[in-house]
């Protein structure tokens, strides 16, 4: 599976971003989806992911709970993130992730077989 990410950008403090993932290739249901970001000089970290069928079980990292929700479209083929109440620690390059579904959904970004190309996120102060 191919996934690009796009809907980043430059936003103020309090703002809101939705994010969103394009995936082509293999049947995107057949696929866990997650959300990564990495700021400069920090490791990639996890911040939400969804199980295949959208509806069972979405994971979220505590710096993001109540702010951001993961969602997705299985006849869209796209993964997205509403990202509210935005923090400038917030910033970095987020990117989507895709797992097999035969496994079960992980915020490990070990696990993820796919990856998309990032796309900058910039909270101001």
């Known amino acids: 599976v191919q996934l690009q990410a796009f809907g980043g950008g430059l936003v103020q403090a309090g703002g809101f971003l939705r994010l969103s993932c394009a995936a082509s290739?293999?049947?995107?249901?057949?696929?866990?989806m997650g959300w990564f970001r990495q700021a400069p000089g920090k490791e990639r970290e996890f911040v939400a992911a969804?199980?295949?069928?959208?509806?069972?079980?979405?994971n979220y990292a505590d710096s993001v709970k109540d702010r951001f929700t993961i969602s997705r479209d299985n006849v869209k083929n796209t993964l997205y993130l509403q990202m509210n109440s935005l923090k400038p620690e917030d910033t970095a390059v987020y990117y989507c992730?895709?797992?097999?579904?035969?496994?079960?959904?992980?915020?490990?970004?070990?696990?993820?077989?796919?990856w998309g190309q990032g796309t900058q996120v910039t909270v101001s102060s």
């Open positions: 992730a895709a797992r097999y579904g035969l496994y079960s959904v992980s915020s490990q970004n070990v696990d993820y077989q796919y």
């Open positions: 290739g293999r049947p995107f249901s057949s696929y866990h």
């Open positions: 969804i199980t295949r069928s959208g509806g069972s079980t979405t």
